[in-house]
């Protein structure tokens, strides 16, 4: 069975700062996706960015970027020139065959 | 914001009442799924399906059972509501095929049984 630990129950960073988000993983497979989820307060929640295992550059989408190392099993996210809608709750989750398998979620703050 | 929508957003109802979570979804995705979350803590998956007329138990034991009787339509049944189920319920459907695997979120229903 596949875990996924997210260590940071709460973060907090001021606006325009850079962040990062930690997430670590345990499988034995080879071929997998992992995603970052936000849950903004009350809202949605909607994918940030995704990471297929079998590519090795890391996925960036804007201001949003992964280092994916995954002989470490390692998956983190950064938030650069953070803003206030960026306040949410971060999952990462761990995908096979179509099944998610997500972490313990980091309450982010960003504060003006 | 994606179109997955869930009926009612907010409950409150009394131990013993049988209630029916509603999720519809308008992008024609054959896999749909339910999730359980706490205030704060992670999701866990309680139903999926794949299509009509199927339906699967998740990884989380959950007294609530579903019904897929249409593509679009993902119901959430509890025959007996206790205070034990207050929690908030996600709803998300994918597109079955693909290799993103991306799921879509409705807005969740938060119940609460006194």
């Known amino acids: 069975a596949q875990t996924v630990t997210q260590s940071q129950p709460e973060m907090s960073v001021q606006e325009a700062e850079t962040v990062t988000l930690s997430c670590t993983y345990d499988?034995?497979?080879?071929?997998?996706?992992l995603f970052w989820y936000k849950q903004p307060p009350s809202r949605q929640m909607i994918l940030v960015i995704r990471?297929?295992?079998?590519?090795?550059q890391n996925a960036t989408e804007n201001r949003f970027s992964v280092n994916f190392q995954k002989a470490a099993k390692s998956f983190s996210l950064k938030i650069s020139d953070s803003q206030l809608g960026d306040t949410a709750m971060y999952f990462c989750?761990?995908?096979?065959?179509?099944?998610?398998?997500f972490g313990q979620g980091t309450i982010l703050t960003v504060h003006p | 914001e994606a179109d997955i929508y869930q009926t009612p957003r907010y409950l409150v109802i009394g131990t013993g009442k049988k209630i029916t979570l509603e999720c519809s979804q308008t992008?024609?995705?054959?896999?749909m799924y339910w999730y359980q979350q706490d205030p704060g803590m992670e999701l866990h998956l309680i139903h999926y399906?794949?299509?009509?007329?199927?339906?699967e138990k998740g990884d989380l034991s959950s007294e609530s059972t579903v019904s897929r009787i249409r593509t679009e339509h993902f119901p959430l049944t509890l025959e007996s509501a206790r205070p034990s189920h207050t929690s908030q319920y996600l709803c998300?459907?994918?597109?079955?095929?693909?290799?993103?695997?991306?799921?879509?979120f409705g807005p969740g229903t938060r119940l609460t049984v006194t």
């Open positions: 998300a459907s994918s597109e079955y095929g693909t290799f993103t695997y991306e799921q879509y």
């Open positions: 399906s794949y299509g009509v007329n199927s339906t």
């Open positions: 992008m024609g995705h054959d896999k």
């Open positions: 990471q297929e295992a079998y590519k090795q």
């Open positions: 989750a761990f995908v096979l065959y179509g099944k998610l398998t």
């Open positions: 499988t034995s497979e080879n071929n997998y996706y």
